[in-house]
């Protein structure tokens, strides 16, 4: 059976959602000086970046976590700094291909024991040697997969949500931008925490409320 997370809908008794936290990263262009050399010159320089990961909560779209690191960093390395930073305890951790590892699973379960870790197995994937008798949630996947197939797997395990943080990381570029303005890392992360409170602001604006008539 796949690892399902737990329903959106609240029941009795229960006021809060469930957190379904969407994971994935991005690249940001270093602006400067230089930029300014490239447009008045013509000339062309090899250009640099920093890559911005993000944690974004699926019922509201909101950016819950962020980190900003060298072009080179991992992903899956930075989904524990992601996961202290959510102050909510999530039903499911949702990311692509690249989160398929073993400290990825890990990282989740030392902090939230009962939340569904939904990541796409590698093609290469194999079950692990427990798999018969005491399977992974990885192991699980895997078996669906080999039942069903892969869009079969996204549709039941919950890993089409995913496509949420997509549309954040989209609405980043559009609004603020692709680049970071700032040449010192404090500043630029500084940066980074103003842009997640703007777009979080607005989508609380545009969001309508729903007030019960009786």
């Known amino acids: 059976m796949v690892p399902r997370p737990q329903s959106n809908s609240t029941d009795a008794g229960g006021d809060a959602q469930s957190l379904h936290l ?25 250009r640099s970046w920093k890559k911005l990961h993000l944690g974004v909560d699926a019922s509201t779209g909101q950016i819950v976590a962020s980190a900003l690191t060298g072009k080179d960093m991992d992903d899956a390395a ?4 992601l996961l202290d930073q959510v102050m909510s305890s999530p039903s499911s951790f949702v990311g692509d291909g690249a989160y398929d590892q073993d400290g990825v699973y890990a990282g989740v379960a030392e902090r939230h024991p009962e939340a569904a870790v939904i990541v796409p197995p590698r093609i290469t994937a194999v079950p692990s040697e427990m798999a018969a008798t ?44 692709d680049g970071l303005r700032s040449r010192i890392d404090e500043r630029r992360a500084t940066e980074v925490d103003v842009a997640v409170h703007v777009l979080n602001r607005m ?12």
Do not use: F
């Open 134 to 177: 005491a399977p992974t949630q990885r192991d699980r996947h895997l078996q669906c997969i080999a039942e069903k197939g892969r869009m079969a797997w996204q549709k039941t395990s919950g890993y089409n949500r995913r496509a949420k943080v997509e549309t954040a990381i989209a609405r980043w570029k559009q609004v603020v931008g």
């Open 22 to 46: 969407l994971v994935d990263s991005t690249g940001l262009k270093l602006c400067g000086a230089g930029e300014w050399l490239v447009e008045k010159h013509g000339t062309r320089r090899r």
């Open 203 to 214: 989508l609380e604006l545009g969001r309508p409320n729903h007030v019960l008539i009786n």
């Open 78 to 81: 930075q989904v524990s700094p």
